[in-house]
């Protein structure tokens, strides 16, 4: 029975609700490629590969799409599914797809990988970071990958975008990490990007409280023996650090109403007291703890270090934000820990004072943060209204 | 200068405010022995020792004292100076003392060490714990210490205060974890506790949100290989593992506000750009990290573990609950992330239905959990008040 409750737990946890839905169309992953990258930073990385996926159809003009950015531990699955058995849709099922509020009848809808995206032993992602190899060695780069900032996944994105003879993006979207990146679009991008939907977003900024709770997720990875420097390739891999690190990742994007419904006080076995002996624990703790191991199956320590650094560059300056045009969705979840609702009041009204067009719709509840992942749907009428003004 | 601006900020931000106040009375450590104990889950412990301070003086009647239980990290030393060199007093020096709310010209003031307190390497603390000799084997108990809940740190302060003939309580006190030993004092010696004040406290129990919480703060220590599944005194000791243990306590216990305050978005080194290498760090980054590195110099691994479990076993049952009968302070700090005001005006509710009398002060701010620590004095003149009700 224990095993059972897990089971169902996780899918309830990392599954996107709403699977009774699913975008009808084909998905396909694709893949598309740069000869050459060169950062922000000035760095040059050859041999840039990223999966993506689209939904609907570009209209005759180029100017019917919008892109989906994804978040932290998220991939291009934005939506459907590749096989009609698959256990679950993509994340953002629930508002993209025929009819939905990303209407892929009227919309054509594209999701990629970033770089350096942690999921690089999931046969559906297709990413370049350090499990990468490296073109001049022959070997994987580890930490001699350059830093990359989201903004230069958004600038791989560009050029994908521009492959395939998209004109103009109605908006730039996604969640979290994914709400950076769509903000990015339009700081970059100004005349080509007509809105940005920032869902449980920072706004214009990292948080330095954000910059170091990133530091925290990754630390178990740091710590980690078997991390040895980056160096672990063709080794025995650290997934201890991993899957501790997930396991933070998953209570810090999540909130007490959350874990008061889901765990209460209960112990992980009921014929095993955890006040008889270290090793006897509550419910929560073996839960969250067996589910990071399950998602270290398919994550890279290093790319998760650089992941983390990315987000934390995220700043835009003054100039910046000054130069953006869109207007601007701010979707923040009420109980949200990480972007409290705060942070996206505070751009909508710093936006506003520029003289931009901010809108900010809350998605109530007590999911915590994850909720603009998994109950998106819930501001799916707002999302809807917004993409129509 | 960057050396100069962390120390700085290390002494702003551990020790405790309001440095220019000091108890004024000699504070001596002394230490209490229990020739055994056994746990309220049944284990029996030898050579039980905990240290202890006291300030001001018992009455004849003895019935003029108030017992201070000290929080997760802290210690005994809750006022006062050892000696006038002394850096800091204790760490709620500015409400303890001649004068102040809890006014050592009235009151006898006694504060204990835990436990496994964490600080086994202080020379000012002294506990009982899994860093203790185990007399049956003359090696430390590692990881064969018994698990204990902080009821049984109560249990042992009970009879060390009956040895100083105390008969009466006008009030058990504490922040955080020690306003857990404060509600246990209530609902173990309902005849013996005539008030609790419940500074940045839970409540009635732990929250399952903080039981996982605390997991992720001892687990860089089980992940460090030094830790050894507890087996390394005598060896080189886990010190990473406690040092980011200790950084992610600082934290969670902490605020955005707090954060945006004291470190904005500045790097640790003006001349390295964090977006030019991984090991680039912003300020809060490098601090946190260096603050954890001196904070371990003190701290045990294992203690710090039996301490997040003691922890984690907070619960009274509805039984104990009816069964408290003192008035009750419930302080949270407006801004506190661990044990939000809500958790502090639930417990009020619930008193106040089964007939109790709760109050019900917030120290506003945005300093996080720690204001209950750092500015409880922001809520002092509600303190006395309540100590003269």
């Given at each position: 029975m224990k095993t059972d409750w897990g089971t169902a737990l996780l899918a309830a946890m990392f599954i996107a609700s709403g699977s009774v839905w699913a975008y009808d169309g084909p998905v396909e992953k694709k893949v598309f490629a740069l000869p050459t990258y060169t950062t922000a930073a000035g760095k040059t990385i050859r041999n840039v590969r990223v999966g993506y996926e689209t939904y609907g159809t570009l209209n005759a003009a180029g100017d019917n799409a919008i892109f989906i950015a994804h978040f932290f531990t998220g991939t291009s699955h934005a939506a459907g599914k590749y096989q009609a058995a698959d256990a679950a849709p993509g994340y953002w099922d629930p508002i993209i797809g025929s009819g939905k509020p990303i209407d892929t009848d009227r919309y054509f809808v594209i999701s990629a990988d970033t770089l350096t995206n942690l999921n690089t032993k999931d046969p559906n992602v297709t990413t370049t970071g350090p499990a990468s190899i490296n073109p001049d060695t022959g070997k994987p780069y580890g930490m001699s990958f350059p830093v990359v900032a989201l903004r230069d996944s958004v600038r791989v994105h560009k050029a994908l975008v521009d492959s395939l003879g998209v004109k103009k993006l109605q908006a730039a979207a996604g969640a979290s990490g994914g709400s950076i990146q769509a903000m990015e679009w339009a700081a970059l991008y100004p005349g080509f990007v007509e809105r940005v939907i920032h869902v449980i977003g920072p706004g214009f900024d990292i948080h330095p409280y954000i910059v170091e709770l990133l530091d925290v997720w990754v630390t178990p990875i740091r710590i980690d023996p078997k991390w040895n420097g980056g160096d672990y390739y063709g080794r025995d891999e650290p997934v201890d650090g991993v899957a501790n690190g997930l396991k933070i990742v998953t209570i810090t994007t999540r909130h007490f109403g959350w874990a008061e419904k889901t765990f209460a006080y209960r112990w992980a076995d009921a014929a095993r007291n955890p006040a008889d002996a270290t090793g006897n624990l509550f419910a929560i703790e073996d839960t969250l703890a067996k589910a990071g191991v399950v998602r270290a199956k398919t994550t890279d320590a290093n790319s998760m270090l650089y992941t983390a650094k990315a987000n934390q560059l995220y700043r835009l300056t003054d100039d910046e934000v000054k130069a953006i045009k869109a207007k601007i969705l701010f979707v923040p979840a009420?109980?949200?820990?990480?972007?409290?609702?705060e942070l996206s009041q505070r751009a909508a009204d710093r936006y506003r004072a520029q003289g931009g067009i901010a809108e900010v719709a809350v998605i109530d509840g007590d999911g915590g943060h994850l909720d603009g992942v998994l109950n998106v749907a819930k501001q799916g009428e707002a999302i809807r209204a917004f993409l129509a003004r």
């Open positions: 009420q109980s949200d820990l990480i972007f409290p609702p």
